[in-house]
DNA sequence: TCAATCCGTATGTCCGGACAATCGAACCTC
DNA sequence: GAGGTTCGATTGTCCGGACATACGGATTGA
């Protein structure tokens, strides 16, 4: 008795539109991301062939191998040479972006809230002048800010910021987020460096996160480039452990 | 007066094997990373069109963009329509891979020691079941290790494997990574979850750690699967904040 | 029964070409 | 001189084909 070995994107209603501005091969990926999304494509099952499938949808083996490609990038599928192409085990959701913390708030579908306890221009620390790539002692912007989550003190964040990048208007900062802001001013994020760790609290900053003296807290060091290479921002934040910790995944570049 | 305009790959000695089975974009990326590296190719240098490139090099400019492409994907290129690739300032060094904390020492160039505490089999509880896909009450194996830095102890880790995977000695898991002995073993790790935070250390962690009790600790939740979707790992670690923090860089997917 | 070999299948790599979209600079107009 | 326009340069997308390579199962042999 022979195996049905059904191809589950036969199934699929998969269709490219030739007169949308959209890549084809992003038109492809976006449906298949999809239908593994929703399940259409269950985890573990073979995909049919590229020749065949990119033979069904009228498109080359190249741009069918694109859209395979990028998804093969996050995560969502495996290749395995003269096997074919599977969905992986789900489990897979964000492979880790660059998030700021107001998004990422957003996202859990909280409002979060944030006063600005200092917006001002100061002389380069030592180590912000270092982080910036500017020189001691020249003038940078200062912010920092409080955030809340349903009234309760959340984190304390502290950002520099170079010179003449941008006009930090005190009512934007409050009703939305530092990296939505430098993105609306045209500035193209592109890499960053972090630096995860726990200390204790300091009086002043268990006073302003209503902590005690001592608390362990969470501490993230960041300097954020852009596509130039330019230092953007530095900022040195502290969390409240029990409101906060950093959730991600990663892959294994193969 | 003419500006010279130089592409800087004209001066470098780039040169594929076609007899090498080392695949041509693989060659030529790793030049020009190289390059790079070396500072051959200098940050926010031009790098030249890639029909001329492929050109020269008597290759296809589809050959030529895998290999750029490799590049931007490792955020050391940065691709702009209408105007040319570019080598990014530096700054970057790695992406963020999943890489375990016996690598990252070694890397830093430490000798790190480990010593198993605890290396059995266990029912699972209930939360090590749900992280593993297996039965609440099911065996798994258990290990606690000690890791220590210079001689002083630097991190507590506790992991749960589900049977079957890995017969785990504790000779080796005193010479070598967990990690390592899993890629030994054949499993190829693809994606993790994580969760970092932080919190007060218990009494009998403090005794372990040599630190107070309520002491601040760095603290690490990790979920690992294989490609086919398994989970194959599941760590609960507790550092030292004083002598271990998070590092790493991250890129913005465009 | 078990091991080595063969073979079909699917992905991996590579080619050469074509046209579109976008950026920046030179150019032109007002 | 300021503004918009044209145009060359370069990457982005897409095609159709070809051969290489590795995996898994079936076949063959000991």
Redesign the interface.
């Known amino acids: 008795m022979p195996k049905p070995e059904v191809d589950p994107t036969a199934t699929l209603d998969l269709r490219v539109d030739r007169t949308s501005p959209v890549p084809l091969y992003f038109q492809l990926s976006q449906q298949l991301e999809a239908a593994i999304e929703h399940g259409a494509l269950t985890?573990?099952s073979l995909l049919g062939n590229e020749i065949e499938l990119a033979g069904r949808l009228g498109l080359s083996r190249p741009t069918v191998r694109q859209a395979i490609q990028s998804l093969v990038?996050k995560?969502l599928l495996?290749r395995r040479r003269g096997v074919g192409t599977q969905v992986?085990?789900?489990?897979?959701k964000r492979?880790?972006?660059?998030s700021s913390l107001y998004d990422d708030l957003e996202a859990a579908g909280q409002r979060p809230a944030t006063s600005v306890v200092v917006n001002t221009v100061v002389p380069a620390s030592a180590e912000v002048a270092a982080a910036l790539g500017v020189a001691e002692g020249s003038e940078v912007h200062r912010v920092e800010r409080l955030r809340l989550a349903h009234g309760e003190p959340m984190a304390y964040l502290v950002n520099h910021l170079p010179p003449g990048l941008l006009d930090l208007d005190t009512g934007q900062l409050e009703a939305t987020g530092l990296y939505r802001l430098m993105r609306a001013a045209g500035i193209t994020?592109?890499?960053?460096?972090?630096?995860?760790?726990?200390?204790?609290a300091t009086a002043p900053e268990a006073e302003r996160l209503g902590e005690a003296e001592?608390?362990?807290?969470?501490t993230m060091q960041r300097t954020t480039?852009d596509?130039?290479?330019?230092?953007v921002e530095f900022g040195d934040h502290i969390y409240r452990?029990s409101r906060y910790?950093?959730?991600?995944?990663?892959?294994?570049?193969p």
Do not use: K, M
């Open positions: 985890p573990g990038d995560g495996v992986v085990h789900s489990q897979v492979p880790l972006e660059l994020l592109h890499s960053a460096r972090q630096s995860i760790g726990a200390r204790g001592g608390a362990p807290l969470l480039f596509d130039t290479g330019r230092a452990p910790s950093f959730e991600f995944q990663l892959l294994v570049r």
